[in-house]
Nanobody, 121 residues
Framework: QVQLVESGGGLVQPGGSLRLSCVAS????????MGWYRQAPGKEREWVAG???????NVADSVKGRFTISRDNGKNTVYLQMNNLKPEDTAVYYC???????????????WGQGTPVTVSS
């Protein structure tokens, strides 16, 4: 069983910073790509940032220059450093990971429960 648990969300003023964390736990062989998505009220879920297991990263144009994704493979953890936050960044942020449970098995996607981020003065 694989679990992804996010943390670090909260209320922050415009221009502030937050750091989200997502830990993958359970019985599995390997964690492949990990990434962050967000869903604002009344909108569809959108991709924010991603990281391969080798450390190649990418972020959406809407957050480029403000958000940074990183990961610690030894801890099966991915982070999202969010700086210069804007009200339009308000959303529930979800972690997704591609996990291979068994050595010869397939890689399946798992989602966390989400952590809310509110940017408001």
């Amino acid at each position: 069983q694989v679990q992804l648990v996010e943390s670090g969300g909260g209320l922050v003023q415009p221009g502030g910073s937050l750091r989200l964390s997502c830990v993958a736990s359970g019985n599995f062989f390997f964690v492949n790509a990990m990434g962050w998505y967000r869903q604002a009220p009344g909108k569809e879920r959108e991709w924010v940032a991603g990281s391969t297991s080798a450390g190649t990263t990418n972020v959406a144009d809407s957050v480029k220059g403000r958000f940074t994704i990183s990961r610690d493979n030894g801890k099966n953890t991915v982070y999202l450093q969010m700086n210069n936050l804007k009200p339009e960044d308000t959303a529930v942020y979800y972690c997704k990971a591609g996990v291979r449970v068994e050595l010869r098995g397939s890689t399946d996607d798992y989602w966390g429960q989400g952590t809310p981020v509110t940017v408001s003065s």
